[in-house]
């Protein structure tokens, strides 16, 4: 089993920033891609940003150039950096991660549980 934790949530003003940080535990033998959704109130989840494990970067149009995705392979971590914060950027924003769980196979798919993080105007 693998495990996602988020963390860094919190309340900020429009135009500040927030770091969030999602730490993959458990069986892992390789982990493929990692991205951040998120969910507000009364709206589908929508990808935010994502990550391959070679680098490559994904983003949703409305938060690039504020938004940056980034990871840590020795540590199983994916980060988003979050600056310019929106009151539209409020939600439950959560991790992602796909990979396998040994050399022999096994693949994984996992959600983190999330973390909020409201935008005040």
């Known amino acids: 089993q693998v495990h996602l934790v988020e963390s860094g949530g919190g309340l900020v003003k429009a135009g500040g920033s927030l770091r969030l940080s999602c730490l993959a535990s458990g069986s892992i033998f390789s982990i493929n891609g990692m991205g951040w959704y998120r969910q507000a109130p009364g709206k589908q989840r929508e990808l935010v940003a994502a990550?391959?494990?070679?680098?490559?970067?994904n983003y949703a149009d409305s938060v690039k150039g504020r938004f940056t995705i980034s990871r840590d392979n020795a540590k199983n971590t994916v980060y988003l950096q979050m600056n310019s914060l929106k009151p539209e950027d409020t939600a439950v924003y959560y991790c992602?991660?796909?990979?396998?769980?040994?050399?022999?196979?096994?693949?994984?798919?996992?959600w983190g549980r999330g973390t909020q993080v409201t935008v005040s105007s």
């Open positions: 990550i391959t494990s070679g680098g490559i970067t």
């Open positions: 992602n991660a796909d990979g396998y769980y040994s050399a022999a196979g096994g693949y994984f798919h996992y």
